[in-house]
């Protein structure tokens, strides 16, 4: 599965920004995607995960609320909708997939990648 990260840019403090993830490979419709995020200085964060048919979500507590994620394996494009952006919103947001672990919580659990995109939210 090779993963493309995208959507990200600069943005006002609540604004809104979809990201998009779009992947190749078929089992990119039986894997388990997430969203991270690092900030500068800081370790990567999950925010969110969603089940290959999009039928389970997992999100952050801090998240919930304002992002959303959704999927469509039929583009092979997994979204993230967020919503009131705040400055500490800010970092580089990464997506992954896990083609093994249905529900993963670690980093170690996602198997791939995508390169980041990067969100910048002003005051």
């Known amino acids: 599965v090779q993963l493309q990260a995208s959507g990200g840019g600069l943005v006002q403090a609540g604004g809104s920004l979809r990201l998009s993830c779009a992947a190749s490979g078929r089992t990119f419709r039986r894997s388990t995607m997430g969203w991270f995020r690092q900030a500068p200085g800081k370790e990567r964060q999950l925010l969110v995960t969603?089940?290959?048919?999009?039928?389970?979500?997992y999100y952050e507590d801090s998240v919930k609320g304002r992002f959303t994620v959704s999927r469509d394996n039929a583009k092979n494009t997994v979204y993230l909708q967020i919503h009131s952006l705040k400055p500490e919103d800010t970092a580089v947001y990464y997506c992954?997939?896990?083609?093994?672990?249905?529900?993963?919580?670690?980093?170690?659990?996602?198997?791939?990648w995508g390169q980041g995109t990067q969100v910048t939210v002003s005051s």
């Open positions: 969603i089940t290959w048919n999009g039928g389970t979500t």
């Open positions: 992954a997939a896990s083609t093994v672990i249905c529900a993963p919580t670690r980093q170690y659990q996602f198997d791939y």
